[in-house]
């Protein structure tokens, strides 16, 4: 059983800048991996930064370049700094736990989401 709790959301303008964190109940280095997802109003979701346990990271075209991924694993916790919003940025965003027992079978966790609204 994996709890993430998601906070840091809220209103920017564009350009601006955000930072949201993803409070785990275990050791997040234990976790295969750990992403960011968003969605919009009325479109699908989509991963927009993966962390593997190894410390390997993967970003969405769209977000290459403007967002970065970390961990802190004396917290238990992932981050997303989110650099040079835009309005298209305006989503839920979600925290994910990708976990894998020594056999190889998943178990995927979600927290609640928290809302990133970039506009002037």
């Known amino acids: 059983q994996v709890q993430l709790v998601e906070s840091g959301g809220g209103l920017v303008q564009p350009g601006g800048s955000l930072r949201l964190s993803c409070a785990a109940s275990v050791s997040v280095s234990s976790i295969y991996s750990m992403g960011w997802y968003r969605q919009a109003p009325e479109k699908q979701r989509e991963l927009i930064a993966v962390?593997?346990?190894?410390?390997?990271?993967n970003y969405a075209d769209s977000v290459k370049g403007r967002f970065t991924i970390s961990r802190d694993n004396d917290k238990n916790t992932v981050y997303l700094q989110m650099n040079n919003l835009k309005p298209e940025d305006t989503a839920v965003y979600s925290c994910?736990?990708?976990?894998?027992?020594?056999?190889?079978?998943?178990?995927?966790?979600w927290g609640q989401g928290t809302q990133v609204t970039v506009s002037s």
């Open positions: 994910n736990a990708d976990t894998r027992t020594s056999l190889g079978f998943r178990y995927e966790y």
């Open positions: 962390i593997f346990s190894g410390g390997r990271t």
